[in-house]
């Protein structure tokens, strides 16, 4: 495995932007636009095509990262970046009214990729409520038949990115 | 809020006269869109039936691509995002902060009467509506 390339995908505002942002050891490329919608109560920009970037491993070996639009007007770049990745992170936002759909959804859109590699979950904005639990996530899933780690993360720090990635690349060696 | 409603009907009858002169400006364009550039359609007019909900979130994201490429290759003022195929053009152009106009013709178009239509009615929409 000399590249990797993984793939963040989740709802608009969960904060896919942000993790890249956090994670990449280049400059991140970003494709946002100016919201001009209901989101722009939520924040000024959106993901329109994807977002870029990259995190180099103790070992030289190099993971390209793409984030997706959120948004689903634009699923048209979910399949152009799904192509060739190897695994796949999907943020939930716990403060959206029902975060166990939202998941439900992306796992529904990403059905190749996720049978042909792996998964992870992370779930942003527990700050902000803890309605939904991370037991709930898992029952979610065990009722789905998919088994995953569901893990706690704030898109803003690195450190919780890089733990997601860890247990992504711990998934796929397992797989 | 009646002001505010009577103002976007104004602005709603300017975009539509101005999309209907860049149509009718040359033979050759079958259809242009205006549309947000965060992938909302806002007004279009064709010479057929013509759906453009896709085709707005699509030209929102191929503009964006187009004008990072143009940043990564350190070309300054991306202009025009042209796509050129068998059987036409499509040229995307950028009006203001937040919006996009897509200019559609059939091959037979001369490329320099497509983008320079599409320019004029680019910069009037700009100086009309924003
Ligand atoms: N307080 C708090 N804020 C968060 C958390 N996660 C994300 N945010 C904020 O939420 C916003 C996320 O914005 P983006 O990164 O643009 O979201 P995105 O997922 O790229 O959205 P789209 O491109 O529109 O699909 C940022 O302002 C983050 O700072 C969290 O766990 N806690
Ligand atoms: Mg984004």
């Excluded at chain 1, 989740?10 to 400059?27: E, F, H, M, R």
């Excluded at chain 1, 491993?57 to 699923?75: A, H, M, N, W």
């Excluded at chain 2, 897509?102 to 320079?116: H, Q, V, W």
């Amino acid at each position: 495995m000399a590249e990797l390339k993984f793939v963040i995908t989740g709802t608009a505002g969960v904060g896919k932007t942000t993790a890249i942002c956090a994670l990449s050891d280049v400059p991140p490329v970003a494709t946002d636009a100016d919201t001009t919608d209901e989101l722009s109560l939520i924040k000024n920009t959106t993901t329109v095509a994807f977002d870029f970037g990259e995190v180099i491993l103790d070992d030289g070996v190099r993971v390209r990262i793409y984030g997706t639009p959120g948004q689903e007007r634009f699923r048209h770049m979910w399949e152009i970046i799904a192509e060739g990745a190897l695994g796949l992170i999907i943020l939930v936002d716990n403060s959206r009214p029902d975060p166990l759909q939202d998941l439900m959804m992306y796992i529904d859109n990403f059905q190749q990729l996720i049978a042909e590699t792996g998964f992870v979950v992370g779930v942003t904005r527990c700050d902000r409520s803890d309605r939904v639990s991370i037991d709930d996530y898992y029952s979610y899933l065990e009722s789905r038949e998919l088994f995953c780690p569901v893990i706690e993360a704030d898109p803003r720090s690195r450190e919780d990115m890089v733990a997601l990635m860890d247990a992504l690349m711990a998934m796929l060696e397992c797989a | 809020m009646l002001a505010e409603k009577e103002e976007n009907s104004i602005k709603r009858s300017v975009v539509d006269q101005n999309l209907k002169e860049l149509i009718s400006s040359v033979d050759s364009i079958y259809a242009v869109v205006l549309s947000s550039i965060d992938g909302h359609p806002i007004a279009r007019q064709a010479q057929d039936n013509f759906e453009d909900s896709k085709l707005a979130a699509m030209t929102s994201s191929c503009l964006a691509l187009g004008e990072k490429i143009a940043m990564e290759a350190n070309q300054n003022g991306c202009d025009f995002v042209i796509i050129q195929n068998q059987d036409g053009f499509l040229a995307l152009k950028r009006v203001g902060r937040k919006l996009v106009l897509t200019t559609l013709a059939d091959k037979s178009i001369n490329m320099g009467m497509l983008l320079s239509a599409t320019r004029q009615a680019a910069e009037k929409l700009y100086q009309e509506i924003t």
